[in-house]
Every structure is written in C-alpha cells, then in structure tokens.
C-alpha cells in the first residue's frame, strides 16, 4: 500500500491537531468549502491527531470529526479531503493504549467508537503517513527522526502494511497459550486482564471475538523493526534533546529519503507539537503548524493555504500563506 499522497497541483488547505475539538474543526472545514466552490482551494489536508480531547468526555468531538472527514471524503473524493495518520489515531489500529496524566485517550475513543468501529478502524488503516507536492513540501503529522531517515526506513513505512504486522502477531499468538502469555509477559491473572480489555478497548467478556486484542497489542509493540519504525515516525519530538546542527542534518536526509525521483522534497510541514503563536520555523527546512489544540493561545491557531506546483526552497518563503484560524481576531 502506497502511503504517500502526490500532488502536482491546485491550493492545498492544511490543518492540523485538533483533538476532537467540534468548533474550530468546523471553522475550518466550512473555509475550505467556501473556498472549494469558488475554485480558490483543492484540497483539504489534516495532517493527523484529530481525535482525542484534552478536555472532559462531554467537549470531545473526536468519532464526530473522523465521522464528518469520512463523509466529505467519500462526497469530494480522497485527493480533495485527505488525513495524515497521527499517533493518536495509529493505536486504535493495534489496540495498543495511549494515556497523558489522567485521560485515557484510547479508552473514551473505543468506548465511543460502538457500531461505528468497523468502518472507522478500516478508516484509519487506509490512511497516508506523506503527502508530498511537486513545489517540493512534504508533510508528515510528526517530523523527521533518525531511525526514519535512512533509504531502508522510508520504503518499509511508503510501503508499510498494518494488515502484514496484525497477521504476524496473530501468527506469534497462535504459538503459545493466550493464558500463559497474560500471566508470563503481562503479569496479569485472567480476572486482571479481562477487567483491562473491558476498559481499554470497550470488549463484552471472554467471548468477544476482539478478547484477546490488548495481548495482540502488546505483541505488536515488541516487533522489530516496524515497532519502532512507526513509533519514531509518528512519535517524534524532532530537535527536542538534540543540538540544532543534528536535527538540521537529520530533516535533510528525511526529506531526501523520501522524496520521490524527480520530485526533490525540500520544505517538511508538521504539527504534532505546541507552538506558541501557532507556528514556527525548525532548523530552516521545517514549518510546525499548530492549529488549534496545541496552538498556545488556541485562538493563535494557523493553517497554511499554498500552491502545492510553486517551488518553496525553505520554510520563511511559506510564512506569507500562513494565516490564522478563520473569524480569529488574534
Ligand atoms: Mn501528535
């Protein structure tokens, strides 16, 4: 499966982070249309993370969201509205759990996720990790990361298959008790383990046919090398803990891994991480976009509107179409 999107031309609308938060997703989705139907936009590109709210159960919009992105996608089509995977949409493909301080991320999106599960998990798995343009930006939700910037790590993820690492855990499974397995490599006894599968991701009891995905969850994160390979490329905190010089070598050999022949990547567009004032330049080569969630004010929240065919050589000469969040007074 392919996992880059390649556009050679039109306006490309892009958003990123909002974690399941109803308001300004609409904000910026009725810009695009109104864009859309005068021929000033083509495409709509979320680069990832828009489920998961920070806030209380009742303020998060996240199935909703993924819900109303499914359906505009299927109406206009999946070169116009497109979704990067984020990493906070990758572990409800593996049931593997995601939790900050006191959210639970995971469990509230399963327990809401009910007779929509199926769509919405094969949703996620058709997803794009790049889009990648003919004036030469990519966009990735996280960044670049050394163990994803070599030639090897970037064909294995634009090829990557989550089917191909759910079947081998599976195939590892069908090897050994499931029991002894909880017992030996969880530490949990079989009370313990169904009271967590309930819990993290929303199973009926030992007869569901998903019972035992948390344990397959748990296997998944021990394979190597895809493991680590989609943790660095979703996960990564780019330059943070690195000299500038290091990250700066590192995104340059990202961008060149994955640029496909003859259309050379030069400038990586990103969220994925907070931004004061809703955007800011990394390393020359780098554009964060916070639009919303991880902007710091929130109403300082931008997106980047750009011709996807005029070459961009370094991030500065993206700042002129980056705008604030529509009906922003900031
Ligand atoms: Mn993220």
Known sequence: MKRAVDLSQGIACVVTDLHGQWEPYTRYRDHFLALHEQGEA??????????????????????????????????????????????????????????????????????????????????????????????????????????????????????????????????????????????????????????????????????DPRYNDLLRGFVVTNLKPEWPLLWDFFFTQCEAGLLPSAYSNILARFLEVYSPPEMPQRVLVTGHIPVPDGYAIIAGQQLRLASWAHAIPQESGCYLLFDVAAPIENARQLLPFVHRIPGSEW
């Open 42 to 207: 083509d495409s709509l590109i979320f680069l990832g993370d828009v489920i998961h709210g920070y806030g209380p159960p009742e303020e998060d919009a996240s199935l909703s969201i993924l819900w109303d992105i499914m359906q505009l996608q299927a109406e206009l089509g999946s070169r116009t509205v497109i979704l990067l995977l984020g990493n906070h949409e990758l572990p409800h493909i593996y049931g593997v759990t995601l939790a900050k301080g006191e959210i639970n991320f995971t469990a509230r999106f399963e327990h809401a996720l009910g007779e929509y599960r199926e769509p919405v998990i094969a949703f996620l798995k058709s997803l794009p990790f790049a889009v990648r343009t003919a004036g030469g930006v990519m966009m990735t939700h996280a960044g670049a990361a050394p163990g994803t910037a070599t030639p090897e790590a970037a064909q294995r993820l634009l090829d990557f298959s989550h089917q191909a690492l759910l079947e081998e855990a599976d195939r590892l499974l069908a090897q050994q008790e499931a029991e002894k397995l909880i017992r030996d490599a969880l530490g949990l006894d079989p009370g313990e383990y169904e009271e967590m599968a309930r819990y993290h991701l929303a199973v009926s009891g030992p007869n």
